[in-house]
Each structure stands twice: as structure tokens, then as C-alpha cells.
């Protein structure tokens, strides 16, 4: 864990976290929305706040602003206590889902709103505006209302705005919910590309696991108001630390079994695992993704072997880039099985409904998480 | 997990106050105090003065008197024992009012001012006030006085606090039977006006007549005018000299028939408002149901229609009633000898000077607005949740019958509006009603009459210019600060509840309770009582909760996340507030203001306390004209104030068309 000391001092080397949140809760009369949550975040860093509806990120989001203050814990920013801090007085620049564009404004005036009375000369701001609005790639679209923009292109107008006074911090709260799936997909990309080149730290709330994967550098997985992980999006998908993870990003089988000996035990099924520190006879629930069951040639039914078994197809269907596959095996008894076999594997095995075949569970992809924690 | 659930102690992170912040807390504190002192405080001051009844207490007095010599003085005999003895005053006498004075004299039979005899007198308690001469005397060490100054001594009554007016109040039957005819009244014209209104709104929103737009036009007319000239125009018609006075059969135009006709008259467009909107958001789809499932439609009527526009019904009746029975100006000019609560209140105070018994009624009058407030907010509520869920709108088909029919209902109510108006305008007009018949102007000569002339008519249009320009700047401001201010909770409630008060005080009430608290000289704030800016205040405070829940709905629609987006780019409050509130708002900043304007021309019932010889108004000159028989020249400035306002609310759909107009590249999607 981390050491609780940390400098005082406003020297911010490399080490030093930019945005540093300790021990901070929220409670909204005796609900309580926020649970504890310690998290650093480095400078220039993308970083996803990921979780179902209502488990706190933007609670969370609303905190780091200052719009809402956490009833208990610190905030640091840059060295810098903002626990306290009203939003004025801190350093960030914030893009809600409802865009929060001014409709009476143009779009200059909209990106120009943090420039203007700050003392720049008139040539330098729209200079600037020019600038921004080349950045997110709507040079022509200054003069318009943002009622006469698509939703795709307001979402880039408020991102300009908030970018425009430089900020040291940048909030997205769900940006691109409100968009629709393929506008989606394309802003993901401009969105990320332009917190690169401006190196901007950037923390984005998101629900949607696809888009913290694809964006994040690193991931902050909530639950309920608490932190469930914080990883990679590879690590978060290849080694979710609670079940809760395991289940919400991608998908995942889950079995209750028992441990025993570094292995679990689902009916009369042994299946090794690299999952450590759990109790010999306790109930656990084991996991395993889809595409982590391996289809075997044929031939391997008759030699049994650690993490091998047999099984027979119940259903398939086509998903394009992959058959899902519904399984049943004897030694699992009842449980059914969901594997993701490729097209070639399918046609090279002649996979088909009603057929039987051997899987591999490889023991380090079989995941195991104690019960009723 | 093993994360603790419950929060560690300590205190709640609390965010350092910015300049922002503290700025947003000193308006919403500045307009607090504003209503807390124009609201709050005079209210506060009428109820406890309704509990102060004015006595002289002869207990608190003792006398010595001296022999011819006037150096051997008698023994020390307190007042009420020489008034025992003489049975001079019984204690109906002793009752008083706050400048009652008693001689001191009239407890010495004896007493001559050219004799040598002297007098002692002092008060036995520090609380008994007696004048000599015109200096009042508060100590209680003997003072002694030769008679010739003797006589020139009373006693001042003083104060106790107890329910002794009400006592008075109700035991008194000329009183206590103003309360009845008040409710008789009140629920005649509500029920009235709401079947008249109901049936009106079914056509505009049920059927295809035609001159919708029209009717609906003619139906509004009543706001723009003071309550009590439909009055005027019913004294034409059947008062004493009119012309269809025939058609009474004996009976009398002046008294609660006229009260109740005028009240239909200029409570009607309140109550097409509300009814229309509760119909005008009726759904399609329950009708196209009742249909398939071949209700009648008498059966549907009942089925639908009535159990979709109840709240709105309900809301009508209401505020109905409380325009009724709150209204004082239609009584005071056609309510001959029938007595209402609101003209018990002006009787009392300007007829009679008994602030206290003004105070009670106007209690008993605050009870039946309160509770009918409570009620109307409760179904406003309800009616809200009933509109988030609508959908397909109702199409009316054609159908002739049903058409006419509608058609006749709302020409004759047209009618009787347009026609009030019309003979208002023409007894302006006429030279000598019912004698010489021939047009002239000359009852536009105000300055001619007593009232207030042609000044009356400008200091109107002053007050209403400023009460729309200052009430709308205060009111959308505060609006804004309880909306749009994070934080600060309990403040926050406290403000809106304050501003939603003032719809459940009557006129009456509230110029009275500003009587006592302005008209007090210990008040710092006296110097306001008869100026122009009392009027004002008491105007923009009478209209403020109006114009409050207009504010708040426009404010409500505007994205709650500007505020944070403003802060987040270190921009303060107020530019955004002049930048993008107020523009995105205009269209209620302008319905406010014109909501003002209208009812500052108008309105008679506040200000008929308040304004002093050099802030005479227009509405109050047509009382004051009409009082003293100048019914012409009252009807004259009745329609100068229907001018004014029908050519304010002009201009006010052209502004209205020509903002909307020049935004419009924003507003369109
Ligand atoms: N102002 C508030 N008052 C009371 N409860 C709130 C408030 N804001 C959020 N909550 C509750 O806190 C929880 C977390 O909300 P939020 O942070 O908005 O979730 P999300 O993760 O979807 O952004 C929810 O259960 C929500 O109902
Ligand atoms: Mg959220």
C-alpha cells in the first residue's frame, strides 16, 4: 500500500502524483456514496473512472471539482491541498454529458467565454479560438449557434471550451453517452489523440467498459462506492482482483466450486489454478473468459489431463469474428459453459451442435474468487 | 471487502467561500431582507397589534388635594376609588383608543380653575402615562399642580394584549354577519365564474368553432382593468338612473347581485387560464379509447374530461374565491349596504381610525386566503406531475350541433365582457347620462374633479413603469439565487418561502399591516410612508409570488451544468448571469414585467392605505370619483387605465415577437 507520508513540500518531481485523493467518503444524508477512496493519478495521464450507474463516479468527478466537496479525506492537486478549495479556485476544465454549451452564444463566444476577461488583448483571444477550433477539427463552424451542430461536433465545442484556459486538469463526465454509437466510436479517437498531444491529465467517467478500455491508460474500476481495481485495461481484463471486476469488464463464466490445493473443484471436475491466497475448502467462484477455453483436436477425449474437458456443444452462433458456443460437460454437472471459438478453429474441428470435444482450461486463465466476501 | 461502512469521525468537508459564492449569498440575503421587512415584519406588526386593545387604568393613579390654603394637603386617594364613589365612569367608558385622553377634572366634581385648591397627582406604576398640556408624563414621583394647570391634565390610556378585540369582533353581529355575506358572495361568483369559465375553455379546446383567437382575446380584457370598474358599468346599466334597471323586477343592482356579476366579470379570465391549460392537456389516446369502447359521450365527458382537467377545476375555484373575497374595490362601489370583510377593513380603519379592529378583520380575512393558498398549492402540484406524463394532444373533429352550441356559449360571454367595457366607454363619453346623450371628452377633464386628477393618471403610470422595471429586476434575481445558488439550504427554503407568501396575503392586509409598520415613528424605515417608493414596494410584494414561479419555471429549464462550467473556466457568476441567464430567459423577464406593469395600473386594494395627496393614483382616483358621485369622470379614468394597458401589452407582443425573432437562429434546432 502507500505510505501514508507524503512531502508537503509543492516540489513536484516525476513521483509525485499530480492528483492525489486520500481516504475521502461522501454521504448524501445517511446514504453513503463514496467509501473510502485513496487514488493517485500522475501527471498526463488518461485515466477512466468505470463502473455500473450510480456506484459514485460522478460523485467522485463532482469532488475532484469542488462542485460537491467530499464530507470526509483530502484532495491534492499539483502539491497543492484543494480539499477545501471552491471550483473557481481550482485548476480544471470540466465537459459534462448535456455538453453545458451556452445557446445564445456562438460558438466562438462559447470557446472564447474562459479567455474573455482575463485581461488578453481581443487579437490574442480570437487567435486563440481560432486555434482550438482547428484543434478539434471544426475550423469553419465559429460563427454558427450550438443548436445548429451536430451532437458529435457540441461535444468538441465544449471540449475546445474547457481546453481553451489551459487547465491542468481535464474532467469528462460520460462525454459520449449522449452521441450515438458510431459518432461514438469516432470521438474516442479524437478525444484520446488530443489529450496526447496536450498531455493534459485526463479523467474520464464512463460506464461503458469498451470505451475505458480503448482510451485509459489506466483504469479505476468502482462498485458501490468503492475502488474495486485500479490497472491497466490489461490488467484490469487479464487480472481482475475481485469477481466484481471479472464480471463487469467483458465477459466471464462463473462456477461455484470449492478450493483445494491450488485447484478448484466443480463436480467431479479438478481444474488447477494461479489464483493464491484462499482458504483449502472454501467456497469460491471460479472464473473463466470465453475466449480462455481452448478447443482441442480430436483424440484427447480418451486421456484425461489436468484442466482438460470433455464436452459437448449444446448451441452455437455466429458473431461475426466468432461462434459463441454453448457447452455442457458430465464432470460439471448441470453448469453450462459459454466458449468463443474462432471461425477457424470451428472449421478445422468441425465444431457443431451436438458434437463432442475436449477444452482446455489453462490453469493460469482459470480465476477463483473466495465466496461471500 | 473489508472497507469500513461507516463514515470515520470528524467533521464535514466544507468548501472555503469565494468571492462568487459570497456575493450570490449577499444578494439572496439583500433580497431576503428586502421581503423579510416588506413582508415579514409589517405582517408581524398587524397581528400583535390585533391583540392590543387601548384602556384607561385607574388603579395606576393616585391624587392629593390641598385645602383653600393649598399647604395642607388631604390624604393620598387613588383614582378608581374616587371614581367608585362618583359612579362616574363605567368600564365601557374606560375603553379607549391609542389617542384617547381622560380629564382628570371629571374626578373632581368640586373642581373650579380659579380656585387656590391644589392638586397632586402621580402614577403608581412606571407603565401610566398622563398628559399635561401636551407633554407626557412618565414618572411616579408626586408632581403638584395649581387647578388653573389642573385642568389641562389627562390620562392616557394603556396597552394590554389579550384576545379582547376578537372578543369584540365576534360578539358584534353587524361584524360578525360580514363574514357570511363574504362567503355567500364568494362562493356564488366561484361557482359562477368556474362553469362559465369551464364551458368556455371546453369550446376553445374541445371544438371547432370558429373566432377562437378572438374570443379568447375578448375573454382576457378583465385583467387589463381594476376589479371595480365592471361596477361602474353595472350602476349604468341598472343602478339608479340606468336604463335596463327594469329588468331587475324591483330588485337591486347595488348589493350582492352587483357584487357577484362584477366578481364573474373580472375573476373570468383567472379562471380561463388555469381551466384551459388543465384542458388543453388532455390526451388524445383516452378519447380515441372511451370511442372504441362506444362510451357515450356524455359518458365520456364524465369519465375523461372532468377527471382530467380536475386539478384544474379545483385551482380555478380557488383562486377564484380568493380574488372574490380578497377584492375590495367592486363592493366599495356597488356593494351599497352590504358589508364584506374587505370593506369592514377600510371602514374601520379609515372611517372609524380603530387600527386594531382593521388588524382583526384582516386576520379573519387572512384565514379563509391562507387555506384556499394551501389548497391551490397542493393540486398545482399534483396538476404538474398530471402534465410531465402527457402525450398525444387532442384533436377536436367537427361536429355542428355541438359547435353552435359552443359557439352561442362563448359569444355570450363575449358579450356580457365586451359590453361591460363597451358601456364603461361610453358613459365616459357621454355629456350627461341619462339626459344629454351627445359625445364630448370633457369627463377626461380630471383635473377638474377631486381624486387626483391628471397627476393621478401619471403617478400610476410611474408606478407601474417602476414597479415593473425594479419588481422584475428583484424578483428574477432572487429566483435566480434560490435556483441556481448550490448550498446554503436552510436559507435558501427560508427565501422561498418567503417568496411564495405573499400570494396568500389579500391587498387589504397588506396595506394595512404596512400602516402599522411604516407609519411608526420609531421605524427607521418611516421616512418611506407616503412616498411614491412605499407604493412600489407594496405593489412589486402584493404580485411577487406570480412573478417568482414564472422566474423559477424559465430557470429550471436552463442546463443546471452552466454554473459549474462558469466556475470551472474561473468565470464569476455574474457574467454568466448578464451573458447567457438573462438572454435565454427574456421571454420571462418580460412576462414578469408586463404581469407588473398591469397589476400595478390596476390594482386598488394595497395601495388604497398607502398613497398620500401627491401619490393619488389612477385606480384609487376611479374609487375616490366614484365615492363622490363623479361616476362619469370615474369611468373616464377606469378606461384610461384599460388604454394604458391594452397598449402596454401590445407593445409587449411586439418586444416579445421581435426578441424571439432576432434569437431565433439560437432557439431553432
Ligand atoms: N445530490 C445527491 N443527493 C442524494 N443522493 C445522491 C446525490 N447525488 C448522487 N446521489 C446518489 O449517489 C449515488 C452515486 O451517484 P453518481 O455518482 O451520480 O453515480 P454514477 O456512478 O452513475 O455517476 C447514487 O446512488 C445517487 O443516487
Ligand atoms: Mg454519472
Sequence with gaps: ?373 | MAETSTLPAGRAVKLKLDRDGIVKRGFMALIGLYLFAALALPLYAMLSKSFVTYGFDLTRYEFQVSDESGTVWGDPVSAASLNDALGKFSDADLASSSDGRLAVTDLFPDFSFKSPVKYRLRSTTADAPYLVGLDLQRTTDWQEFDSNTFRRVNLRPVTTVGLQNYVEYFSNPALFSSIENSLFISVISTVLTVGLAFGFAYALNRSCIAFKGTFRLIAMMPILVPSLLPGIALIYLFGNQGFLKGLLMGQSIYGPLGIVIGSVFFTFPHALIIISTALSIADQRQYEAAESLRASSWRTFWTVTIPGARYGLISAAFVTFTLVITDFGLPKVIGGQYNVLAIDIYKQVIGQQNFEMGAVVSVVLLIPAVFAFIIDRQVQKKQVSLLSARSVPYQPKPNRRFDMLMFLWCLIVAFFIAGIIAVCQMAALVKFWPYDLSLSLKNYAFNRMDGGGWAAYWNSLQLAAMTAVAGTAIIFTGAYMVEKVDGFRAGRALFQFFAMLPMAIPGMVLGLAYIFFFNDPANPLNFLYGTMAILVISTVTHFYTVGHLTALTALKQIDAEFEPVASSLRQPFWRLFARVTVPVCLPAILDISIYMFVNAMTTVSAVVFLYSTHTALASVAVLNMDDAGDIAPAAAMGMMIFYTNAAARILHAFASRRILGRTQAWRAR
Excluded at chain 1, 13 to 21: R, T, V
Excluded at chain 1, 113 to 123: I, S
Excluded at chain 1, 215 to 223: C, E, L, T, Y
Excluded at chain 1, 337 to 357: D, K
Aim: net charge negative; with cysteine; charged share 20%.
Design chain 1, 1 to 373: 500500500m502507500m505510505n501514508a507520508l507524503t512531502a508537503d513540500a509543492p516540489r513536484a518531481d516525476a513521483a509525485d502524483p499530480y492528483l492525489k485523493i486520500d481516504s475521502c467518503w461522501k454521504a448524501f444524508g445517511e446514504f453513503v456514496a463514496l467509501r473510502d477512496i485513496t487514488l493517485d493519478i500522475h501527471k498526463g495521464e488518461f485515466v477512466c473512472f468505470l463502473g455500473p450507474s450510480g456506484c459514485g463516479k460522478t460523485t467522485l468527478l463532482r469532488a475532484i471539482a469542488g462542485l460537491d466537496p467530499q464530507t470526509r479525506g483530502t484532495i491534492r492537486q499539483g502539491g497543492r491541498d484543494i480539499s477545501a478549495l471552491p471550483a473557481s479556485q481550482r485548476d480544471y476544465g470540466i465537459v459534462f454529458q448535456s455538453y453545458a454549451l451556452f445557446p445564445n452564444l456562438t460558438v466562438e463566444r462559447n470557446i472564447a467565454f474562459g479567455l474573455e476577461n482575463t485581461g488578453r488583448p481581443k487579437a490574442e483571444i480570437g487567435a486563440r479560438v481560432a486555434e482550438l477550433l482547428a484543434l478539434v477539427g471544426l475550423p469553419e463552424q465559429g460563427r454558427k449557434y450550438p443548436a445548429q451542430l451536430s451532437g458529435g461536433q457540441q461535444q468538441r465545442i465544449a471540449l475546445a471550451r474547457a481546453i481553451a484556459i489551459n487547465p491542468g486538469l481535464l474532467l469528462l463526465d460520460e462525454p459520449l453517452s449522449a452521441l450515438d454509437a458510431k459518432v461514438r466510436v469516432h470521438l474516442r479517437h479524437e478525444i484520446k489523440e488530443l489529450q496526447r498531444k496536450l498531455g493534459v491529465t485526463t479523467i474520464m467517467v464512463t460506464h461503458d467498459q469498451e470505451e475505458a478500455l480503448s482510451m485509459a491508460d489506466r483504469i479505476v474500476v468502482m462498485n458501490h462506492g468503492v475502488i474495486e481495481q485500479v490497472g491497466t485495461p490489461t490488467e484490469i481484463y487479464r487480472d481482475p482482483a475481485t469477481l466484481f471486476v471479472a464480471d463487469f469488464i467483458g465477459e466471464t463464466n462463473k462456477i461455484e466450486s470449492v478450493f483445494d490445493k491450488g485447484a478448484v473443484r466443480v463436480g467431479q471436475a479438478v481444474l488447477a489454478t494461479g489464483a493464491k491466497g484462499l482458504a483449502d475448502g472454501g467456497a469460491v467462484t471460479m472464473a473463466v473468459r470465453p475466449e480462455d477455453i481452448l478447443p482441442l483436436a480430436a483424440g484427447h477425449e480418451a486421456r484425461p489431463a489436468p484442466n482438460h474437458l470433455n464436452v459437448t456443444v449444446t448451441s452455437m452462433e455466429f458473431l461475426g469474428s466468432y461462434w459463441r458456443t454453448h457447452l455442457t460437460s458430465d464432470s460439471l454437472g448441470e453448469t453450462p459453459l459459454v466458449a468463443n471459438f474462432s471461425m477457424n478453429a470451428v472449421r478445422r474441428l468441425g465444431i457443431e451442435p451436438g458434437a463432442a470435444l475436449t477444452v482446455e482450461l489453462p490453469a493460469e486463465r482459470v480465476l477463483a474468487f473466495a465466496r461471500g466476501a
